[in-house]
């Protein structure tokens, strides 16, 4: 399954509704650690279909950003129901970006 780009506009139905759980990428284009971790997460969004991956580029989406507190990236989160059920900061290995969403 392909990522999704996230904005203001579409992160209440791409995120919040999503029917399914949703791995969200809190990024920037400055951010060297997100650099290194965007394409583990893109390879988890092709290796998996039982969950939703989306990114949100901090500096495009300063609301979202703030209205989940997002101090450091990368920041990974996961939504269920619409709900926060999991959180990571900083960069991962490939596996644990997976395991996160299935904890």
């Not at 991956?53 to 950003?65: A, G, H, L, Q």
């Amino acid at each position: 399954m392909s990522v999704t780009v996230i904005t203001e506009d579409n992160f209440e139905q791409e995120v919040l509704q999503a029917d399914k759980p949703v791995l969200v990428d809190f990024w920037a284009s400055w951010c060297g650690p997100c650099m290194r971790l965007s394409p583990l997460v893109d390879e988890v969004a092709e290796e998996n279909d039982s969950f939703k991956v989306c990114k949100v580029n901090t500096d495009d989406c300063p609301d979202i950003s703030q209205r989940y507190g997002i101090m450091s990236i990368p920041t990974l989160m996961v939504f269920k129901d619409g709900d926060v059920t999991a959180t990571s900061v900083g960069l991962i290995p490939k596996d644990k970006i997976a395991e996160l969403v299935r904890s």
